[in-house]
């Protein structure tokens, strides 16, 4: 998510893409089926999740405290659900894959120079298909349609080296998770996003430290997902930035809680104009099928910017 209270006060535009893929770290070798799974405590049920995003944009500052974006993302995943068949064999019991396609538009405005508020608009076209003990071996197609919006704004203070941001969105979007009782894929609404950051900066802009604070709320699923990640990034001689950081996280559902854990390394390069991103983060999270069961999952991340091209 980018929060669009950042494109009040900007003075260059920038135009970005960046790709994502996300993967199951470790696991249970399931033979049978040629993946990885993540198991229950009982060992009886096993899923296999991934994800991959990309997303292209351009922002583009109005005046000195307006400015307009739009992003156009497409994204898929597919989840899979596996059951022992009492031989430990597993059997695939459900099976879905979804691709995503929408786009966003975002306004930010700068009410002082230590304050700036933003919003944005979406939607998107989402293509499923699935199978289950009732569909099988004929998989069963299906289309949705999801809006969504989200607000944020940013705090400086009056020298500009410590700002907090915040961001929350939610969405339309279906989501889907397997209901182990009647065997079948249930459809739950997608979570309340809200995200929070304080950033210091140190040595004209040459360091950094940040806090982060994510949440992922699910409303009809009981459940909370929540992170704190710090990280530091140092910048060497103003082309090359080295990061790292760490993340701890909490699943709280039904009056249980189960805890996680995190870290993330990455680099920038900076020539001329053009900015260039990479993360690894390795991180354990809810699975989105299976209520009871925590992902280890594995997310590369990558980001080619370009600024300064019509306003610099």
Do not use: C
Not at 151 to 163: E, H, I, K
């Amino acid at each position: 998510y980018y929060n669009p209270a950042y494109l009040g006060g900007m003075d260059k535009d920038r135009v970005y893409y960046s790709q994502s893929e996300g993967w199951h770290t470790d696991g249970y070798e399931d033979e049978n089926n040629n993946q990885l799974i993540e198991r229950t405590s009982d060992l009886f049920w096993g899923v296999n999740e991934k994800r991959e995003g990309k997303a292209q944009g351009y922002l583009y500052p109005i005046g000195s405290r307006f400015g307009l974006g739009v992003e156009m993302t497409t994204a898929s995943w597919g989840d899979s659900v596996v059951k022992d068949t009492g031989l430990s064999v597993y059997e695939q019991k459900g099976n879905q894959f979804t691709n995503y396609s929408g786009g966003s538009l975002q306004a930010g405005f700068a009410l002082t120079s230590a304050a700036s508020l933003g919003v944005g608009v979406s939607a998107a076209r989402l293509e499923r298909e699935y199978f289950t003990q009732f569909t099988n071996p004929n998989y069963i197609q299906e289309s949705a349609t999801a809006f969504g919006g989200f607000v944020g704004a940013v705090l400086r203070n009056r020298s500009g080296n410590l700002v907090w941001d915040i961001l929350a969105s939610w969405s339309t979007e279906p989501q889907y998770w397997f209901d182990q009782d009647t065997m079948d894929f249930s459809r739950f609404a997608a979570p309340v996003y809200v995200e929070q950051t304080l950033t210091a900066s140190f040595f004209d802009g040459k360091a950094f430290v940040a806090l982060k604070q994510v949440n992922d709320i699910f409303p009809d699923r009981a459940t909370w997902y929540g992170r704190l990640m710090p990280v530091a990034e140092v910048w060497l001689f103003n082309m090359v930035a080295l990061r790292a950081g760490a993340e701890g996280s909490i699943v709280m559902r039904d009056g249980s809680s189960e805890l996680g854990w995190g870290a993330t390394g990455g680099l920038s390069l900076k020539i001329w104009k053009i900015s260039v991103d990479a993360n690894y983060t390795l991180r354990q999270r809810p699975s989105r099928s299976l209520q009871e069961v925590v992902v280890p999952e594995s997310i590369f991340f990558f980001s080619v910017s370009a600024e300064g091209l019509l306003r610099n």
